[in-house]
């Protein structure tokens, strides 16, 4: 799915040379920071693809974001991580322009193109639809560029399959395709390996990081899945309605904040690494050490 940069109220530009209009310092004193609580002011000279300030959110009288900074430049991964009920699709709707924030603003790069990866996809299994079919309707490109999309997602054998029909793993890597077809240069993905399972999801996360830098896109990545997703990661946001830690992986899974939210056991595997010698097919099942996976997919 395809997001065009919204204008309005809450949102403004960011200039070429990384400065940003109506840039501001906040300090806010409930904020945890990977330095041991001393305030970091956003990096204003630092080019991003996207910036949120201050952003706010209150819904039927509760506070559902709460102040939140987060900045995402080209070339790199940052993941925001959180409990349920954190407010993490809340935030990425809000810096889409599919939310308006109550207070704060979004300040995005001229010309700004996001690629979005919702948390769920439906499918009707009434309605007949082709994979190929599906990407040329969705952004009305020429067939030859969606297979090349689904090539570069290992995903170029199910180009003539029914939606209906795909696994998980396979669903995932067309609806990727679908955020791609536009030439992003963001990519938003909200829980990407939902419905995939452990060994999928090590290699749907390595696809990622693989089109972070073959394409040099900005990735925002929101997951609740801490084994894979902070190996993966350049920055991690962790968030529970307000900013509770954010820096490195490694920082962040020894923050205090993030031992109250999700455990102390989670420290011993926040920084997993999946080290096998062998890959998967899309539906996760082992694929032979001498084969391709398929369409020229990661190794994880």
Known sequence: MGVGTRSGSVASEIGPAGGVSHARSHHHGHRAHDDGGHHHAPDETRPALIRGRSLTLVRSGRVILDRIDIDIAAGEIVTLIGPNGAGKTSLVRTLLGLERPDAGVVERKPGLVVGYVPQRFDRDAAIPMTVARFLTLAAKVEPERARRVLEEVGAAHVAQRQLAQLSGGELQRVV??????????????????????HLGEADLYALIGRLRDERG??????????????????????????????????????????????????????????????????????????GTHGGGGPRA
């Open 176 to 197: 990727l395709a679908r955020a791609l077809v536009r030439e992003p240069r963001l990519l938003v993905l909200d829980e990407p390996a939902r419905g995939v399972d």
């Open 217 to 290: 896109l900005g990735v925002l990545l929101v997951s609740h899945d801490l084994h894979v997703v902070m190996a993966q990661s350049d920055r991690v946001l962790c968030i529970n309605r307000h900013v509770c830690c954010d820096g490195v992986p490694e920082t962040v899974a020894q923050h205090p904040e993030y031992a109250r939210l999700f455990g102390d056991a989670a420290r011993a595997f926040a920084i997993y690494q999946h080290h096998h010698n062998h890959e998967h097919d899309l539906g996760g099942e082992p694929l032979p050490n001498e």
